[in-house]
């Protein structure tokens, strides 16, 4: 699997949009970039996730650029219970489904 | 109406002592997963089992036996505690084995071993 490179820390003032930036150069054309967050005590939680076109739901929505090599999560109106770890993960589609985590982004949204 | 649901949610026990995590989801889904999460907060895949079979093991002690009774089901049976064990462990589930399917974990069992 592509190994992902996120900014180790972010802050983002309550209501702002929160952009967190993942790199994944070494993504193979089938892997998918999967974004989970873990708010502290809890189990991961499943955020979006994409292979090529950006994609929205009610949650996020996640930009995927054109070459794949890095994507932006952006949580469009950050709110306190949004701070978290957030982890950006690629998988390739074909193989066992099991996630590798990495050390993630702590987002804190600053009141 | 919990999707994936852990019992316990806590765990403290002397070091040599066996212990049962359980799991349940409740989404319909025929994969689920065991992680553990450690002290360093890095999770790592343990087990994974699809329609009540085993189709991942990592490199975990034999110590540690996934059962699955059922494909609501997965439970971690750990034998032979120890000081080491202590982790987070969570339970996840999904709709098939493949990748473009996301996965839902559970809240957590904490596991001390004293």
């Known amino acids: 699997d592509a190994k992902t490179t996120q900014p180790t820390s972010m802050d983002c003032a309550e209501g702002r949009a929160a952009n967190l930036p993942c790199n994944h150069s070494t993504i193979s054309g089938n892997e998918y970039v999967y974004w989970y967050r873990q708010i502290h005590s809890q189990g991961p939680q499943y955020i979006i996730h994409g292979l090529k076109n950006n994609e929205t739901n009610e949650m996020a929505s996640l930009i995927i650029t054109e070459d794949r090599k890095s994507s932006t999560l952006i949580l469009p109106h950050a709110t306190l219970r949004d701070t978290a770890v957030y982890y950006c993960?690629?998988?390739?589609?074909?193989?066992?489904?099991?996630?590798?985590f990495g050390t993630g982004t702590r987002l804190t949204v600053i009141p | 109406d919990t999707a994936v649901s852990q019992t316990p949610k806590y765990l403290v026990t002397q070091m040599g002592n066996d212990k049962s995590i359980k799991c349940e989801q409740n989404?319909?889904?025929?994969?689920m997963y065991w992680y553990k999460q450690d002290s360093k907060k890095f999770l790592k895949i343990m087990f994974s089992y699809n329609n009540k079979e085993l189709i991942i093991n990592e490199t975990v002690p034999n110590r540690f036996s996934p059962k699955s009774p059922d494909k609501a089901h997965l439970n971690l049976h750990i034998n032979s505690l120890e000081l080491g064990d202590s982790a987070v462990y969570f339970c996840a589930s999904s709709q098939g084995r493949g990748s473009g399917q996301p996965q839902h974990f559970g809240d957590g069992t904490r596991l001390s071993i004293l």
């Open positions: 993960i690629v998988r390739a589609q074909t193989g066992a489904n099991n996630l590798f």
């Open positions: 989404l319909g889904h025929d994969t």
